[in-house]
T-cell receptor, first 112, second 111 residues
Framework: DVKVTQSSRYLVKRTGEKVFLECVQD?????MFWYRQDPGLGLRLIYF???????EKGDIPEGYSVSREKKERFSLILESASTNQTSMYLC???????????FGEGSRLTVL | RKEVEQDPGPFNVPEGATVAFNCTYS??????FFWYRQDCRKEPKLLMS???SGNEDGRFTAQLNRASQYISLLIRDSKLSDSATYLC????????????FGAGTRLFVKA
């Protein structure tokens, strides 16, 4: 069965802290994505990666960075968390040539 | 204007009702279309793909009208377990492959 695993379901951090959100997929998918989801705004793409060590900015990359050192792992980094980064973060993967995205369960981040 | 627009709802319907969701997209380069379902505090999951010929999966029917840039989802004989948010999703290939999500339509099915 397809599996995308996010490291933390719930996190509470303080303003200015560095935050790591990790995502691992076991399906050998080339493409991986980080979204944030906020009420009324839907899912917005932060960054994506179509290959190891490759990354592309999405629609809202400011304040975030990513790392993809291995095919199965895609990490989202908040260098200095701010309160407006309080959100639900969703990782997804997709094989090349198809449209279906497979999502992790999400990481709900609260920045105080 | 958002590239993919949905009625946010919520739709409140009794069990057994038929409910229809609509979605419009503005970019004519859009290539593939999907409906995802998202339960409260859970991740989105693919419900069904949408084809020009229309497609049906049990109580669910999806339709695509490329000329009007319009997608629909019909749920017949609603069940309590259908309560969720339904996301309209469009893929397009313009300057790279891109997936755009609608904000979702919330459905509550009541006994």
């Amino acid at each position: 069965d397809v599996k995308v695993t996010q490291s933390s379901r719930y996190l509470v951090k303080r303003t200015g802290e560095k935050v790591f959100l990790e995502c691992v997929q076991d399906m050998d998918h080339e493409n991986m994505f980080w979204y944030r989801q906020d009420p009324g705004l839907g899912l917005r793409l932060i960054y994506f990666s179509y290959d190891v060590k490759m990354k592309e900015k999405g629609d809202i990359p400011e304040g975030y960075s990513v790392s993809r050192e291995k095919k199965e792992r895609f990490s989202l980094i908040l260098e200095s968390a701010s309160t407006n980064q309080t959100s639900m973060y969703l990782c997804a993967s997709r094989p090349t040539g198809t449209g279906e995205l497979f999502f992790g369960e999400g990481s709900r981040l609260t920045v105080l | 204007r958002k590239e993919v627009e949905q009625d946010p709802g919520p739709f409140n319907v009794p069990e057994g009702a038929t409910v229809a969701f609509n979605c419009t997209y503005s970019n004519s380069a859009s290539q593939s279309f999907f409906w995802y379902r998202q339960d409260c505090r859970k991740e989105p999951k693919l419900l069904m793909s949408v084809y020009s010929s229309g497609n049906e999966d049990g109580r669910f029917t999806a339709q695509l009208n490329r000329a009007s840039q319009y997608i629909s989802l019909l749920i017949r004989d609603s069940k309590l377990s259908d309560s969720a948010t339904y996301l309209c999703v469009v893929n397009r290939l313009t300057g790279g492959f891109k997936t755009i999500f609608g904000a979702g339509t919330r459905l509550f099915v009541k006994a």
